[in-house]
């Protein structure tokens, strides 16, 4: 389980105050970098939970959609404004950051993701491509600082964030449209 090692390492270097910190500094880095990079921990660690508590993965989350629908969840509600404020404000906040990206983002993602059908998969990045380019829009053209804790300029950039992820999203679905994924298996 030398993966899960990784991971928890990673989980414990994005915890030092000093490292959380430098990426809670800057919105876009907190948003784009210092979550994702949470989940990607709990992404390397699911093999130890799934190896771990099998009967739990295969009862709970047989086909994949309530582990996908975890992460939709979870996943939506650090894209709001005010928990990215809140985490920065309230300790429990922050915990609740450092608890549920990898283990109720990342650990479900793994374990849900190969269990999804192609429409599935498809769907989860449909719904993705939909919340990143509405929160992108509502980062850039509001006028007012959504974020007590970050300046507008960051706000902003934050927002073509959110966008540029978008449309890495649709030129993913739309090169599906014409390239069969299997014949690269």
């Not at 660690?45 to 295969?58: D, E, L, R, T």
Request: glycine letters at 4%.
């Amino acid at each position: 389980m030398t993966q899960a090692k990784y991971g928890l390492v990673l989980l414990i270097f994005l915890i030092l105050p000093p490292v959380a910190n430098l990426l809670e500094s800057i919105m876009i880095i907190h948003m784009h970098m210092q979550m994702p990079l949470l989940v990607i921990a709990g992404l390397l660690m699911a093999p130890f939970f799934q190896a771990k508590f099998p009967s739990f993965f295969n009862k709970w989350n047989e086909n994949g959609i309530p582990g996908i629908m975890l992460f939709i969840i979870i996943m939506s509600y650090w894209s709001i404004p005010r928990a990215m404020d809140d985490a920065l404000a309230i300790s429990v906040v922050e915990y609740f950051k450092f608890v549920s990206l990898p283990f109720l983002v990342g650990v479900p993602l793994r374990d849900s993701w190969k269990k999804l059908s192609d429409f599935g998969k498809n769907l989860t990045f449909i719904i993705f491509l939909i919340q990143f380019t509405v929160m992108g829009i509502i980062y850039i053209a509001s006028p007012d600082q959504l974020c007590n804790n970050y300046i507008r300029a960051e706000q902003v950039t934050l927002g073509w964030g959110f966008i540029t992820m978008a449309i890495a999203i649709f030129i993913y679905l739309v090169q599906l449209l014409f390239i069969n994924p299997s014949d690269y298996e």
